[in-house]
């Protein structure tokens, strides 16, 4: 089972306590589309995803980044079970929506990116540390389903 | 070759423009040795890196800092052939320092954390896109004369 010390509980939830979701994942995932365009092969029935504007103006990419957020959520709430907590979510990736897993990462390197560019000189070297384990301790979790 | 749009060229120049190597060297090592602290491994005539404050104070990582992020500029100035400019250094790092060249990638990863934190809003998707490329590409040519 993944061990958090006090200090990493307290660093991630201090990140989450200034994420605004909507905004924050409307600009991970879009940013996400525009630095490794071959993901935007999951959101066909998007609409326009032409260019780095219309992928930051489009209103389905918005919507969805905040799901995105909120699913998270749930694994900041279950920090101590994220494993379990994320099975069904896992399953869906990955019978479903059949994503290269892969993708979580690149998705949570530009959700890091967004958070280094809000936090600015407040995402210091520790709270980073913190904030990148716990969100491979999600990607590995959402990993698991896979077969 | 690698082919750069007149966008990416001005966006790289833009973000390089930016940052002061001298300032920013020092905390994206530190920040290596923080996040992946396995990367410790290279440094053991470093002194004390017993913990995040004894990596931030230390002297020879900030030292050391400033070298890498110096030899960036070699990269900017040469954009159009980044692969045989960094044969030397490639070579280095193989034959001589013996590191896993995976470890590239995660100082470009701390770095691009670290610009983003100092650009803020200015460090916008396209730009994001652009300055990944130009790492990956420095991180490719570095890796390159390993055998």
Redesign the interface.
Known sequence: MVQWTAEERAAIQGVFATLDYESVGRESLARCLVVYPWTQRYFGGFGNLYNAEAIMANPNVAAHGTVVLRGLEKALKNMDDIKNTYTTLSELHSEKLQVDPGNFQLLADCLTVVVAKHMRTEFTPDIQAAWQKFLSVVISALRRQYH | MVEWTDAERKAIKSVWGKINVDVIGP?VL??CL??YPWTQRYFGSFGSLSD?AS??GNKKVAAHGKVVLNGLRLAVQNMDDIKNTYAPLSVLHSEKLHVDPDNFRLLG?CL???V??????A????I??AW?KFLAVVVSALGKQYH
């Open positions: 905390q530190a920040r923080i996040v995040v990596i931030m990863d691009t954390i670290v983003a934190s100092q650009l803020g809003r460090f916008t998707p396209d994001q896109a990944q």
